[in-house]
C-alpha cells in the first residue's frame, strides 16, 4: 500500500479551540507480527485472529507546551478484509484502546480520538484530561518546563545544554502558554496529505526541524537580554 492508501485510516484528532500547536508531520510505518515499533518502546509479538497489519501513525509536533520536540502514536489494526479491527494510541509514554468497547467512534475507516490540550496525549474519552492533576498547570505556569526534550534513539544534530532548555522555557512562557477550555474541535488528518511520509523520512527529517525551532527561538528572544542571562 502507498502513503495515501494508509493515510485513509489516519485517525481523526479533536483539538482544545485554544490549542496553539497542530501536527506538522506523520510517519507512517506498517508492522506485522513480531515487528517492533521504530519509534515507541513497544513490540506487536501477538497480533488477534484475523488482523492482518498494524498501521503506525508517528504524529509529530515541534513542540508540547511544555517542551520543544513532540511525537504521540496512534496504531490501526487491519484485518484480512481492509477493516478496522482494534485501535489504540499514545498517553504519556504508555498506550491506551483508542476504539470504544461499543465502537462509536469509529466511521468507516476512521477512528475518532481526543488530544490532550497542549500536551497531545490520546483518548477516546476527552473526559480523562480533566481527570489529569496537570491538566491546567501543565499549560499555564508549567509552559516550557521541560525545555529541549528528546528520545534515546534521536541522534542530535547540535549540542544541547541547559542554555538550550532555558530559551525553549523562557519562549514558552512568553509566546504559547493558555488557559485550556475543554472544548474540542476535529481536525481531519487524512486531508492534510502532505503531512504523510514514510517513518524514516520523519525520522530524518526531526533534526532539521529541531534546528530550525532553535533558530527562531534565538531570533525572537535576542532582545531579551536581561531574562536570558538570569
Known amino acids: 500500500m502507498d502513503i495515501r492508501q494508509l493515510a485513509a485510516y489516519a485517525p481523526r484528532l479533536y483539538f482544545d479551540k485554544q490549542e496553539p ?39 509529530y509536533w515541534d513542540y508540547d507546551i511544555q517542551h520543544l520536540y513532540e511525537l504521540e502514536h496512534v496504531w490501526v489494526y487491519v484485518d484480512r478484509n481492509g477493516e478496522i479491527a482494534d485501535a489504540e494510541a499514545s498517553f504519556h ?92 474541535v476535529p481536525y481531519e488528518l487524512a486531508e492534510q496529505e502532505n503531512l504523510f511520509v514514510p517513518w524514516k523520512s520523519l525520522y530524518e527529517e526531526i533534526p532539521d526541524r529541531i534546528e530550525a525551532e532553535l533558530a527562531t527561538i534565538r531570533h525572537t528572544l535576542a532582545g531579551l537580554k536581561e531574562p536570558l542571562e538570569g
Do not use: C, M
Open 21 to 59: 500547536f497542530y501536527p506538522v508531520r506523520v510517519g507512517v510505518s506498517v508492522l506485522h507480527r513480531g515487528e517492533k515499533s521504530p519509534s515507541f518502546p513497544r513490540r506487536f509479538e501477538q497480533l488477534a485472529d484475523g488482523i492482518d497489519y498494524v498501521i503506525e501513525f508517528a504524529i
Open 93 to 184: 509514554g504508555k498506550y491506551l484502546k483508542a476504539l470504544l468497547p461499543d465502537r462509536s467512534n469509529l466511521a468507516g475507516k476512521t477512528v475518532s480520538v481526543y488530544s490532550q490540550p497542549g500536551k497531545h496525549a490520546f483518548s477516546p474519552l476527552p473526559v480523562l484530561f480533566e481527570l489529569l492533576p496537570s491538566a491546567r498547570t501543565a499549560t499555564e505556569e508549567g509552559a516550557g518546563w521541560d525545555g529541549l526534550t528528546l528520545p534515546d534513539w534521536y541522534t542530535a544534530k547540535g549540542n544541547y545544554d541547559d542554555k538550550t532548555s532555558k530559551l525553549v522555557r523562557i519562549y514558552q512562557q512568553s509566546y504559547h502558554r493558555f488557559t485550556p477550555s475543554f472544548e474540542f
